[in-house]
């Protein structure tokens, strides 16, 4: 015991500083490693991202307690959350707000009745797991102006392609994944409340491709979302 006590007199300033990097990463800042390709082409597996818990909320750490509301999200914003079907660790895209009517029909996502643009279209191949190979279609969506962002579609991958028309409730959001077709998103989790949020994510930190021996991307490092 008197050893213990030494050791931690000894190393009391090492222990602050533990006791405060825990604290800024449980209310401020945050990172979110990337396990799956449920945001592709945007966001990659390997992909470390770096997330602003103040972005909307000031928080207890630790808690979903709100102390102070700092902004909204907005459409088109990319944020982590917690699922409120099982609380899994997400990132998605916004795409409908409090008040919005959301909707898809064969792809083409329709919000407060006004289709989407999309442009650019583009065939690709995604590697699923067990390196299982898929044609599919890449394209810009134009969900808002001056944020366009790429998604994509695999058709040969069984998936919520259409719903009607649904409403989003007060203080909760609709959330998409780019890879629109491989992404457990509010087509199947539902709605999202503001509590359930953690942050924005705004950067990609550092990417290692998992599919080639954790091969760093340093294009990718450092890298801003959009």
Not at 58 to 81: E, H, M, N, S, W
Not at 133 to 144: F, K, P, R, Y
Not at 181 to 206: C, Q, T
Request: with cysteine; glycine share 8%; charged share 25%.
């Amino acid at each position: 015991m008197i050893a213990v006590k030494r050791w931690v007199k000894d190393n009391r300033g090492f222990l602050i500083f533990l006791v405060c990097f825990g604290l800024m990463r449980g209310a401020v800042a945050d990172w979110n490693p990337i396990p799956s390709g449920s945001m592709r082409p945007t966001l990659l597996e390997g992909d470390v991202v770096l997330v602003n818990r103040v972005a909307y909320d000031l928080k207890l750490p630790l808690t979903d307690v709100i102390l102070a509301r700092l902004g909204d999200p907005q459409r088109g914003d990319v944020v982590t959350f917690f699922s409120p079907r099982d609380g899994t660790r997400l990132i998605k895209r916004v795409v409908g707000l409090p008040g919005d009517v959301v909707e898809m029909r064969d792809e083409r996502l329709y919000i407060n009745g006004q289709a989407q643009q999309y442009s650019g279209a583009q065939s690709i191949r995604e590697q699923l797991i067990f390196g299982q190979q898929v044609e599919g279609l890449s394209a810009t969506e134009h969900l808002i102006a001056g944020r366009d962002h790429r998604v994509q579609v695999l058709p040969a991958v069984n998936a919520r392609r259409t719903f009607k028309p649904l409403t989003v409730p007060a203080g909760q959001y609709f959330m998409l994944g780019d890879n629109r077709d491989n992404s457990e998103d509010s087509r199947y989790i539902g709605f999202v409340p503001r509590d359930k949020l953690i942050g924005r994510a705004h950067h990609v930190l550092v990417s290692a491709d998992i599919l080639e021996h954790w091969q760093p991307r340093f294009g990718r490092f450092v890298a801003e979302i959009i």
